[in-house]
């Protein structure tokens, strides 16, 4: 077995791993209505909409602190 | 300090601000004299024939798209970033004296870099590399100005209030990772003031002086995967990032579709790499690389639709927005050429269109209607987005805002379509046969046939430009006159002066 | 998996470094010894002519002249055979362009002689009715920088191992052996021979002036390079 071969059954397999981990992907974005955090992924758009430096944040970082 | 509440401090936006104004009308100013340099060649000796050295077409040209891509464009992206970086992390740069410091030295050593690009070009000092043009000492500034900037980004990230990423801030981390790997790689070379010659001399030859580590077809291979890919992660990904943050935050409308804004991006990052191949079709690189960056660059349609479709039907049910206001006409247009000129790229990059297409002006009509229609539009209303929020006064004219726009609509429509007449012209030409098999064209004969679209070319460009000065006129009139605003007129819609 | 990637910069920054590095390492990488090889007939650059290189660099003429004919009937018989990989062997940096705002110039060293290219680039549109190209006039007068074109000759024979004062295979069987001085000296002795044989086939007094003082100007340099494009 050559380079040239190793490398074609390199790219299949690393293909098909593309694919895999591009349909979890969007599995993953469209399954959960909600993540850990108890946030649709929709939410994040209010990261842009209410960015003042005194409006609550759509996660906050302290709230991991405090638990 | 306790007693004042926290606000953005946007010092170092403001000073790219200015950087990405002065170095558009340079890169512009420039762009339209080759225009009508090609059109008319008297103008290359336009100051005389003792300096025709510094007005001549081909010594202009790379100080042009360096001009664009590093002055204008990397200016608005660090401005923009340094704007919403805070914005979207819920962090003041003031809170850090330490960030605040690296943003300033950060403008300070970029702004050395382009007095010693602009300097360095003009007397001939080039690698010849496209978009790579400069020798070593500066290649060394350039990737310090960039480790600063990414120490800004991860700095701030670092103490940000929001534990999850906005998706502008990925396209900036993205940005600032490609452009990285993209530019060390491009520019390994070798000083030549190493040499030693065999009786022992030594420092000899200009020191400023390299050799590329690659050559040939390796040396092409790697320069236009790079080339293609500082428009990828210069024009496309910064880009992208800023109408993800101010198309939503100017209409009030959250975007149409979170989750395919991911998916976008990681196919973005994921696929626009594989395309450089493009540029070499036909070339001597080998085969399977062509077809993969063919293959590659219709797949690219994909991601940037993804894109481009979100921000548009963002506006769904608010078109109302865009006939009122001049701004969200800017970004709107901006989507839309994004939308046109990756249809147009992929197309061009079907190996038989490129027979024809490459090495014309069609290549040079494709990528401007990106950058003035695109890239140019989103920086230009990014800014108008910024000015009254960190002036803290009201844009000084709507009316000039939407006859800048209609102006520049104008100019990148006459370019872009004398531009694609010019190149399919010429490439029909240069390969017409006669009946007898000989070519039908000599090669003056493709060139003088192209005068009128030169021409127009020329004016369209020059249309460009006027709307670019009328934009600065703005800008400087809303800093030094605009009505004074307070910060609950500033939530979504900017205030816009009659 | 996804979401904690969303939530860590540094692992995010390394995923998205992954995604963007991945298709350089699989185009790049694999055909990089390959195309870097000579193909019989190719020799280095004298010293004279890597200086006229740096004159074609310095005024970015790559900017409106491509050097890569492609396999088209049309393109072969306006400018010879097609581009061949190991043509380029001894090309840094390689100069194919982006825009053929004028000819292709990878063979001009076989139809264009050095009297045509000295008249062309005083008066471009006097030997060439109609063309856009401006003239290069300070060519005849700024002088070539050989110093700098011997530095990086011992520059590219020492690391990348380019066959100076060695026999280089011809196409028709011979050999050639392309000359690097030993001294800086020698070097600027070796271009003046070479630069007075282009001058002896110049019209322009002020060239032959400046090579009887033992100076070279850009424009014999520049046609030195282009000679040797065959």
Redesign the interface.
Known sequence: MN?AEL?AYG?FALTIF?VVI?YS??Y???SKKK???GCD?????????K?????T????????KEK | MENRPLEYDYTVAKMFMLTTILTGIVGMLIGVILAFELAFPGINTILGDGLAEYTNFSRLRPLHTDAVIFGFTLSGVFATWYYVGQRVLKVSMAESGFLMFIGKLHFTLYVVGVIAVIVSLLAGVTTSKEYAEFEWPIDIAIVVVWVLWGMSIFGLIGIRREKSLYISVWYYIATFLGIAMLYLFNNMEIPTMLAASPAGETGFGAWYHSVSMYSGTNDALVQWWYGHNAVAFGFTVPIVAMIYYFLPKESGQAIYSYKLSLLSFWGLMFVYLWAGGHHLLFSTVPDWVQTMGSIFSVVLILPSWGSAINMLLTMKGEWQQVAASPLIKFMVLASTFYMFSTLEGPIQAIKSVNAIAHFTDWIVGHVHDGVLGWVGFMIMAALFHMAPRVFKRELYSKSLMATQFWIQTLGVVLYFTSMWIAGITQGMMWRAHDEFGNLAYSFIDTVTVLHPYYTIRGVGGLLYLVGFLMFAYNIYKTMTSGRRVEENELQSASPMGA | MFHWLEKHPFFFAVGVFLAIAFAGLVEILPNFAQASRPVIGTAPYSTLELAGRQVYIKNSCNACHSQLIRPFKSETDRYGHYSLSGEYAYDRPFLWGSKRTGPDLMRVGNYRTTDWHENHMKDPTGVVPGSIMPAYNWMFTNNADINTAYAEQLTVAQFFSVPYNKPVPMKDGSTKIVKMGASVAEANADALAEAKVIAADMKDQNIKDAIARGEIPEIVAIIAYLNSLK
Do not use: C, F, G
Request: no cysteine; aromatic share 14%.
């Open positions: 380079i490398q790219y593309m591009l992907y969007i993953h974005l469209y993540n850990a955090d992924y929709e939410n994040y758009s209010n990261m842009a909409l960015d003042d430096v005194t409006d944040p759509v996660s906050a970082i302290s709230d991991d």
